[in-house]
């Protein structure tokens, strides 16, 4: 594909400060290879002397992997394309002496980070709780990394502080500087820190790392924090050989630092900067784009800017009413199974997006259910949550009395049962030919263990069979939502939580797997070893996904699927308090939620759909769940009518359409396989 007018400007002008508002899907990652080989090839640059970040190692290797196809080995030998913090502990290892490093240094992880955070404040607060103390470590944390990102020295917090809460941050920070010092250590936010504060006051080093980097290329500039913005400006403080390339439209990470502002700043501090626009469209029909672009346009801009294609306009964006949420999965599902045989497509075609990755929840139990693949993308499917995997191995061993699953929950709680007793154990059940759980509680193999072994393996054998007594003795099934309570497992879930809120979404998650299994047993009429095993299955998937690509629709937050690009995407929960959600109404801030709306928007090439329920359900403690009455999201207000087709669904006919999309599929399978 040959460079557009705009791309070509954006490769060739190398006189000065260049800023690039890059749209999506507008070949940013392009102009930027292409620049680089021309900085190189045409323009007299070292490849030692250019230098491009971007913010993940993976951006980095495709960046590397797109020039290594048009320059030689040679010609990009001392190219540097790399992460901000991979540059920034470049800079601290060549000048660590100057900074005041040891040779050898460490770089704490976050584990370093806490067990340090956590030393200091048994010392500050030496009355407080084992619990308070986690959930301080949290906090400490987030402030501390605020600080460095915001460029404040302890001392500068300190000096600052007008309040005790920031005074108390402020000597924790001061405390875990000097433990980090005396450990010749730099943590994570150090590496952008750390040289920018050495910039600032040593001029002789900060003008030979400019004079190294001759020219700076930045991607996703609208992602930078502060403490990165300070850096590309004092790298290039003399020369002013840049490119920034960004968009304002897809600044979604503030809650991380991020500062859109950052791209009209680049004007004060560089008078003489080139704006150039990337505003033609390869990615998606042209009635996205234009829902995409009057969307936004509610935002206010620096620089004002319209997507176009040169692609046809397609077919209306679909908006589908939901009378429920426990419907969203089952709608959404039989939604994908008949255009998924209608069309001909691929299960990798169909992306579904949505706010927070908790709503994946109900949308992963309705693919399992119709055997349909799907991927977690950029997060952690539910059945591989360590509490849900816990729990699932508790739900076998009533169920099945599955070996594995008894080894991993007999300590979880603790028991105090060591490996040496579990070895015992397990040898005398093969003896016996017996489960490890029969075995707790056989009067051979307690007669051949230990007296306190033999007590510790009843105990838990008793524990286990009383419940299942009870569970099938229940005629209303009303004992599975205690059994969190009835293994001790909630309680010690709460004891070993970083934080009460950490403590409060995995108890959640095994409320909700608890959940299901009540609703297998109540709505399909299964006995609870059939439930258990049903759900199991997902498990199994889990184990068995491999790296490589595979055929599966991909779920993901809004978030993670910035960068990607779908055929066909679902975006859930259109509603007011998920998007925008609750906080940034509350707050006002609803622009980072109207960009994340377009950042959806714009991952769809060919067809959009939206889905709004009308009533949602929302658990509020423990297992209780309320139902509220639910608004569509003002965003959908803002889109062009003539463009929506929005069909109203109503409760009554939620299942009949559900069944009539299951029809139209049988209806396509018996076409295709008329012998079957």
Same mark, same amino acid.
């Given at each position: 594909?040959?460079?557009?007018?705009?791309?070509?400007?954006?490769?060739?002008?190398?006189?000065?400060?260049?800023?690039?508002?890059?749209?999506?899907?507008?070949?940013?990652?392009?102009?930027?290879?292409?620049?680089?080989?021309?900085?190189?090839?045409?323009?007299?640059?070292?490849?030692?002397?250019?230098?491009?970040?971007?913010?993940?190692?993976?951006?980095?290797?495709?960046?590397?992997?797109?020039?290594?196809?048009?320059?030689?080995?040679?010609?990009?030998?001392?190219?540097?394309?790399?992460?901000?913090?991979?540059?920034?502990?470049?800079?601290?290892?060549?000048?660590?002496?100057?900074?005041?490093?040891?040779?050898?240094?460490?770089?704490?992880?976050?584990?370093?980070?806490?067990?340090?955070?956590?030393?200091?404040?048994?010392?500050?607060?030496?009355?407080?709780?084992?619990?308070?103390?986690?959930?301080?470590?949290?906090?400490?944390?987030?402030?501390?990394?605020?600080?460095?990102?915001?460029?404040?020295?302890?001392?500068?917090?300190?000096?600052?502080?007008?309040?005790?809460?920031?005074?108390?941050?402020?000597?924790?920070?001061?405390?875990?500087?000097?433990?980090?010092?005396?450990?010749?250590?730099?943590?994570?936010?150090?590496?952008?820190?750390?040289?920018?504060?050495?910039?600032?006051?040593?001029?002789?080093?900060?003008?030979?790392?400019?004079?190294?980097?001759?020219?700076?290329?930045?991607?996703?500039?609208?992602?930078?924090?502060?403490?990165?913005?300070?850096?590309?400006?004092?790298?290039?403080?003399?020369?002013?050989?840049?490119?920034?390339?960004?968009?304002?439209?897809?600044?979604?990470?503030?809650?991380?630092?991020?500062?859109?502002?950052?791209?009209?700043?680049?004007?004060?501090?560089?008078?003489?900067?080139?704006?150039?626009?990337?505003?033609?469209?390869?990615?998606?029909?042209?009635?996205?784009?234009?829902?995409?672009?009057?969307?936004?346009?509610?935002?206010?801009?620096?620089?004002?800017?319209?997507?176009?294609?040169?692609?046809?306009?397609?077919?209306?964006?679909?908006?589908?009413?939901?009378?429920?949420?426990?419907?969203?999965?089952?709608?959404?599902?039989?939604?994908?199974?008949?255009?998924?045989?209608?069309?001909?497509?691929?299960?990798?075609?169909?992306?579904?997006?949505?706010?927070?990755?908790?709503?994946?929840?109900?949308?992963?139990?309705?693919?399992?259910?119709?055997?349909?693949?799907?991927?977690?993308?950029?997060?952690?499917?539910?059945?591989?949550?360590?509490?849900?995997?816990?729990?699932?191995?508790?739900?076998?061993?009533?169920?099945?009395?599955?070996?594995?699953?008894?080894?991993?929950?007999?300590?979880?709680?603790?028991?105090?049962?060591?490996?040496?007793?579990?070895?015992?154990?397990?040898?005398?059940?093969?003896?016996?030919?017996?489960?490890?759980?029969?075995?707790?509680?056989?009067?051979?193999?307690?007669?051949?263990?230990?007296?306190?072994?033999?007590? /510790?393996?009843?105990? #838990?054998? !008793?524990?286990?069979?009383?419940?299942?007594? +009870?569970? @099938?003795?229940?005629? $209303? %099934? &009303?004992?599975?939502?205690?059994?969190?309570?009835?293994?001790?497992?909630?309680?010690?879930?709460?004891?070993?939580?970083?934080?009460?809120?950490?403590?409060?979404?995995?108890?959640?998650?095994?409320?909700?797997?608890?959940?299901?299994?009540?609703?297998?047993?109540?709505?399909?009429?299964?006995?609870?070893?059939?439930?258990?095993?049903?759900?199991?299955?997902?498990?199994?998937?889990?184990?068995?996904?491999?790296?490589?690509?595979?055929?599966?629709?991909?779920?993901?937050?809004?978030?993670?699927? /910035?960068?990607?690009? #779908?055929? !066909?995407?679902?975006?859930?929960?259109?509603? +007011?308090? @998920?998007?925008?959600? $609750? %906080? &940034?109404?509350?707050?006002?801030?609803?622009?980072?939620?109207?960009?994340?709306?377009?950042?959806?928007?714009?991952?769809?090439?060919?067809?959009?759909?939206?889905?709004?329920?009308?009533?949602?359900?929302?658990?509020?403690?423990?297992?209780?769940?309320?139902?509220?009455?639910?608004?569509?999201?003002?965003?959908?207000?803002?889109?062009?009518?003539?463009?929506?087709?929005?069909?109203?669904?109503?409760?009554?006919?939620?299942?009949?359409?559900?069944?009539?999309?299951?029809?139209?599929?049988?209806?396509?399978?018996?076409?295709?396989?008329?012998?079957?």
């Amino acid at each position: 594909m040959l460079l557009n007018k705009q791309q070509m400007d954006a490769v060739l002008y190398t006189y000065g400060p260049c800023l690039v508002i890059a749209g999506a899907g507008s070949g940013k990652t392009r102009v930027i290879t292409e620049k680089i080989v021309h900085l190189i090839a045409n323009c007299g640059y070292k490849s030692s002397e250019v230098c491009a970040v971007t913010f993940t190692n993976k951006a980095a290797k495709e960046m590397k992997e797109r020039i290594s196809l048009e320059l030689s080995a040679e010609q990009i030998k001392g190219l540097r394309v790399s992460t901000f913090h991979s540059l920034g502990l470049e800079i601290i290892r060549n000048e660590f002496k100057t900074i005041g490093l040891r040779k050898g240094f460490s770089l704490f992880d976050e584990y370093d980070q806490h067990s340090v955070i956590k030393e200091i404040l048994q010392k500050f607060s030496a009355n407080d709780t084992s619990e308070e103390i986690k959930e301080k470590v949290l906090d400490c944390s987030n402030k501390i990394s605020k600080f460095k990102n915001d460029l404040l020295t302890p001392d500068e917090v300190l000096a600052l502080a007008n309040d005790d809460y920031t005074q108390f941050f402020g000597l924790i920070y001061k405390e875990y500087q000097e433990c980090l010092n005396s450990y010749n250590a730099i943590d994570f936010d150090d590496l952008i820190f750390i040289p920018v504060k050495l910039f600032e006051r040593n001029e002789i080093v900060r003008s030979r790392w400019s004079r190294r980097i001759q020219y700076l290329l930045v991607d996703e500039y609208q992602d930078t924090n502060l403490s990165q913005y300070k850096l590309i400006k004092l790298l290039v403080k003399e020369h002013q050989h840049f490119t920034v390339v960004g968009d304002d439209d897809q600044s979604i990470y503030s809650w991380r630092g991020a500062r859109p502002q950052n791209i009209p700043l680049l004007k004060q501090d560089f008078p003489n900067l080139k704006v150039i626009m990337l505003e033609q469209n390869y990615r998606s029909k042209g009635i996205i784009l234009h829902c995409a672009n009057a969307l936004i346009s509610n935002n206010q801009h620096e620089y004002e800017k319209k997507l176009y294609s040169e692609l046809d306009y397609g077919s209306k964006i679909r908006v589908i009413e939901i009378a429920k949420s426990d419907e969203e999965g089952r709608k959404l599902v039989a939604d994908i199974i008949s255009h998924h045989y209608v069309k001909g497509t691929r299960y990798q075609d169909y992306a579904i997006l949505y706010r927070g990755n908790y709503q994946s929840v109900e949308i992963e139990k309705a693919l399992q259910e119709s055997n349909i693949p799907y991927r977690i993308v950029g997060g952690q499917s539910f059945f591989s949550q360590v509490e849900v995997k816990d729990f699932m191995c508790y739900l076998r061993t009533l169920a099945t009395n599955d070996n594995r699953a008894f080894l991993r929950i007999i300590n979880i709680p603790r028991r105090e049962i060591g490996p040496v007793a579990i070895s015992h154990l397990t040898e005398l059940a093969d003896k016996y030919k017996l489960s490890l759980l029969e075995a707790c509680l056989d009067s051979r193999v307690q007669s051949e263990l230990k007296p306190k072994e033999a007590e /510790k393996f009843t105990n #838990f054998g !008793y524990m286990i069979q009383n419940i299942r007594g +009870e569970i @099938l003795a229940d005629t $209303k %099934n &009303s004992v599975i939502a205690k059994l969190s309570e009835l293994t001790g497992y909630d309680k010690w879930l709460k004891s070993e939580a970083s934080s009460e809120k950490s403590a409060e979404i995995k108890s959640n998650h095994v409320d909700i797997l608890l959940d299901w299994v009540t609703k297998s047993m109540t709505e399909d009429g299964l006995d609870f070893d059939e439930a258990v095993q049903k759900i199991s299955l997902r498990e199994l998937l889990d184990r068995n996904e491999q790296d490589f690509e595979l055929d599966e629709v991909q779920l993901m937050t809004l978030h993670s699927s /910035k960068g990607l690009e #779908f055929p !066909y995407v679902y975006m859930i929960g259109m509603e +007011e308090g @998920l998007l925008p959600h $609750k %906080n &940034s109404i509350e707050s006002g801030d609803i622009d980072e939620e109207r960009r994340l709306a377009y950042v959806g928007i714009t991952r769809a090439r060919n067809e959009l759909t939206f889905l709004v329920c009308k009533e949602r359900k929302t658990r509020i403690a423990g297992n209780n769940q309320s139902k509220q009455k639910v608004e569509p999201s003002r965003f959908l207000d803002e889109l062009p009518k003539e463009d929506l087709d929005w069909k109203r669904i109503e409760e009554a006919s939620t299942q009949k359409d559900i069944d009539e999309a299951a029809n139209n599929a049988m209806a396509v399978l018996r076409a295709l396989f008329p012998n079957k």
